[in-house]
């Protein structure tokens, strides 16, 4: 028998909502174990060359002063195997090698911050620097590119009735998430503890376990709540085995957090890109072939390379697809995943080229691509499990009043203002991950659930908390969800929109055990009221079984578990992805409309109001849902207008590694935004809930968006982001 949804689909409060607003959670620079000290690290001040020498003399100097370890006296490291990503990963002062701009080359510690920061500034180190290679658009590109193709592209662009040749650039973005990056290391009988700032409490433990060579059981890591990460708080970066490696040398729980401005080149950041495209299309405007040729930067030992392809090769019907990206090393520190990893920057030129095809043709930007629609995923052949995107145009055009665009552009003014609308599609995969819950039922009737997963602020612990209460058939104030440590079972981490999809089955599957297990006691139990009756008839709401058939023959879980001499009722929920081939192309979809207004003479670029419409599978928690989807629109706003990590390429240093220069969305940039979910989309082939994931499908789409709107506002097509008042004087 199915079970009520009373809590899944409702607008409810975030359960650690009162905790976080009055402060009362700790995030992981909060917590002070007994004997803490603090660890400040020294940058390199270039980006290139080797060190020569570095004096600490002055800085050990100082009072409170407890060490200060460099290449020089760092303990030897064992060799790491198989790094992730790709290359030889950047050790904690290992060698005498700089090879980007801030690179931790020595680190401080004292008993108090405002000592070790001022012994930082002391020590002096000298260099034998070489010039750096940091511009992306004059830097050499790897030999090995990633490569796709089907068809004859090249023949089909030649035949083109239309032909389209364009180049696009993204600059560099950073995620400046509110809480900097930090840990607190402490050692124990050769046992390590850290409370870290992470996305993957487990994936942690084994990263640091190879830094150290330890076994991973040996490895305790605590990460209850995280205060935004967007994706570079997923990998284990170099700040934090300093962390440990200091608390180690002087046996003492040591703290570290990175500044603000050490963000900028010590966590990674979302790739700038030169990405070419060109379309070919018949006279009706069916594609015949796009052939991508993207560069993105990396560093110079790793390689850090994103799906940036995958919507070019399967968003729209085309037979034709030539694809090349290559990635381009640069004496920098490696990129890593920032919202809507790859698939947001492959959308940028994918839909501008769109839009751009469509003024072309005359069409309407909507109907170009109602017309390339696909019947199958063309880049594998494999049927959707849904695919809604026709449902989220017709949608969104019809809430955001798309008949009122006027397809000439500079055509609407608003005083000194042009007005414009643009729209974009956007995908992004369903990702899935093995992953388990405990669940356990306690004799008073509340429920404890733990899984190793991760919350960078979304609110993993409510959603959670709705599967388990339906699903056990208590109210949401009889269940409690714990998550963050990697002493609890193990779980997918928070990335890659999987967390819902992964945990939340685990946690349905513990559930569904667990209230099985109680109804097959009570049906057994000759002391019950339900003893005899069907399993298939018995359902729990409000902590109480009964037959549907006679909803009086009924008792409470604590009456159950209190006849039958229990303290608790327990299982373990588990799911993961099924083994084989895939049988389905596995995707979420999203359409974002956006109008613009921009100053005629002044070259100002504001959005008024945006709407995103999504077919993301069932929604477990529509509040959530919307802070997901208001918070990529923002976020995309940010990077389609403003962000731009600026370095100078004379020395590698980046010039606006601060809030004030590094320009993100305030209050007075918001325009009226609003989000549309797609109803009855639940998605059964992706998972047992028939959820997609949502956190990255909300950001794929929006810059495109906004651009192809200022485009409509004003004729100018600007095939750069950020788009500048500069650019459009």
Known sequence: MSQPQAAVGAAVARVDARLRVTGRVKYAGDNNPDGVVHAVIVDSR???GRITGVDATAALAQTGVLTVISHLNAPVLPPVQGGFPPGEPLRAFQDDQVRFFGQPVAVVAATTLEVAQHAASLVEVAYDSQPPSTDLSTATPAADPETYARGDADQALDSADVKLDL??????QHHNAMEPAGIVARWDSGKLTLWEKTQAVQFTGFSMAAEFGMNPADIHVISPVVGGAFGNAFRTWVHSVIAAMVAREVGRPVKLVLTRKQLYFGVGYRPAYVYGLSLGSDSRGRLSAAVHDADSETSSYETHLEDTLVPGRMLYSTPNVQQTHRTVPLDVNTPTWMRGPGYSSGAYPLESAMDELAHELGLDPIELRLRNEPDDDQSNGLPFSTRRLRECYSTGAREFGWERRDPRPGSVRDGDWLVGMGMAAGVYDTQRSASQASVVLNADGTALLRSGTSDMGPGTATSMTQVAADALGLTMRRVTFQLGDSTMPPAAGHFGSQTMASVGSAVQDGCDKLRDQAIGLAVKDEGSPLHGVDTADVVVRGGRL???????RGETYQRLLARNNLDRLETLGSWAPPDGPARYSLYAYAATFAEVAV??????????RMLGVYDAGRIISPALADSQALGAMIGGLGAALLEHTVTDHRDGRIVNANLADYLVPSHADIPDIRAVYLTGGND?????IGVKGLAEIVAVGVTPAI?????????RRIRELPITPEMLL
């Open 46 to 48: 270039i980006s290139k």
């Open 167 to 172: 180049t696009y650039r993204m600059a560099r």
């Open 546 to 552: 009964y037959a549907k058939s006679d909803p009086t």
């Open 599 to 608: 100053h005629s003479r002044l070259g100002l670029v504001r959005a008024r």
């Open 684 to 688: 059964g082939e992706a998972d047992p």
């Open 707 to 715: 651009a192809n709107a200022v485009f409509n506002a004003t004729g």
